[in-house]
């Protein structure tokens, strides 16, 4: 195969987004959550995680999550290290009765089902599938006792609406909402427990998990708590909540995780909460989505509107035009990260269309795909 070689575009100053970072996580960082660093480097920076400055700003951090989703009471914001992924794992210890249905429809949401697959204490897990490019809905099935579903597949762009199926008293409704917790909205009274990792919505680094938690999975969790069930300690989701209900995390967390993650908060409860950010992504996702539909050589990737996410755009280009050449030469002038996700080996871009990330620049973004195709 002939190699050929991505020509020197230069896309005009005019055309380029104010702030060039599209990525789907890590994703952007707004500069007053660095300024909010620099503000805590003598304070909290280098200062014990077990002294009252580090366990207030845990404390503000779970209080304004909880303002953010409006957390009916019972309900407890708790956290530990080692992101979404390391959840799962927590979650098949201590979360997981016996059975689990999943439904999978990227590759995110197929990685909870093998671990729950893999899990020697577990039975084996329900999997519902679908190609990439929409999701299936959840089914009362007997003898399951979590329903684990992704409010948004990062890798293939597609949101879905959060239902408890009907007629599963008893069971829990688990929720990998990674990239969409304080983008997308969703009602607490349809979910037990709503997990994620602070750098999407919240732009802040990865390596910490959070989950709101409804007053049936904190009884769940202290049901196989008390159990004797084996589990590692720093998968013990007992030990996560009993240390979280202090403010505490069970081993060092990154203090400068934390710092931007309030940061973030304070920004998005001073703009409109939950609200106001889903509408910030509304907004880019609107600009997105009919940019490409009225291009005869892009097209969204999710072909039906309802499923489309508004925080992960994903674009298909005409096999005339190389998407990777495309995203490589937006990288040449400092607009990032516009890559498919790997696994999924279509021609497209990528787009994170996170609250913080402006909707004006998704559309200079636009503006840019176009002078770049224009120009190969
Ligand atoms: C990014 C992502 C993950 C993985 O998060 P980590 O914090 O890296 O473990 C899991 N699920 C979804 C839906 C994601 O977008």
């Known amino acids: 195969m002939a190699v050929t070689e991505t020509p020197t575009i230069t896309i005009p100053a005019a055309l380029l987004p104010a702030d060039g970072r599209f990525c789907c996580g890590p994703s952007k960082v707004r500069s007053e959550q660095i300024d909010a660093l620099v503000a805590a480097s003598a304070t909290i920076m280098g200062t014990s995680h077990r002294k009252p400055a580090v366990k207030n700003l845990v404390g503000d951090v779970r209080s304004k999550l909880s303002e953010l989703f409006a957390l009916p ?24 009765r016996e059975r689990s249905q999943h439904l ?13 697959a893999t899990a ?25 006792d979590l ?34 917790a304080g983008g997308l909205m969703w009602d607490p009274a349809e979910v ?3 997990y994620f990792a602070p750098q999407k919505c919240f732009g802040s680094d990865g390596g910490l998990w ?28 007992q030990i996560a909540l009993d240390n979280s209900t202090q403010n505490q995390t069970y081993n060092t967390p990154a203090l400068a995780t934390l710092v931007m993650l309030d940061a973030q908060l304070d920004w998005m409860l001073a703009n409109g909460s939950l609200a106001g950010m889903a509408g910030r992504s509304a907004t880019s996702a609107e600009i997105l989505y009919s940019w490409a539909e009225s291009r005869d050589w892009a097209t969204p990737f999710v072909t039906n509107p309802a499923h489309r996410s508004n925080v992960v755009g994903t674009i298909d280009l005409d096999d ?28 497209q871009l990528r787009v994170g269309m996170f609250p913080a990330i402006d909707s004006a620049d998704v559309a200079a973004l636009t503006a840019c795909i176009d002078h770049v195709v224009a120009a190969l």
């Not at 959840?87 to 979360?95: E, I, N, S, V, Y």
């Not at 069930?229 to 989701?237: E, G, H, I, Q």
Request: negative net charge.
């Open 320 to 347: 005339s035009i190389d998407a990777t050449a495309v995203s490589d030469i937006l990288r040449a002038n400092g607009v990032l990260d516009t890559d498919s996700y790997r696994k999924l080996g279509r021609n």
């Open 147 to 180: 329903y684990a579903l992704t409010h948004n597949e990062t890798s293939t762009g597609v949101a879905m609406e959060l239902r408890r199926p009907a007629d599963t008293d008893g069971a829990l409704v688990a929720v990998d909402a990674t990239s969409a």
């Open 210 to 237: 959070l989950s709101a938690c409804s007053p049936a999975a904190l009884e769940r969790i202290n049901e196989i708590g008390s159990s004797n069930r084996w589990r590692p300690a720093s998968l013990d989701l």
């Open 192 to 194: 037990d427990a709503y």
């Open 104 to 116: 999978v429809f990227g590759e995110f949401s197929s990685k909870f089902a093998e671990a729950c």
């Open 120 to 144: 020697p204490h577990l039975g084996d897990p329900s999997v519902i599938k679908v190609d990439p490019g929409s999701h299936p809905d959840p089914t009362a099935e007997a003898g399951i």
């Open 73 to 96: 009471d019972g309900w407890e914001i708790i956290l530990g290290n080692g992101g979404s992924t390391m959840f799962w794992d927590a979650a098949t210890f201590g979360l997981v």
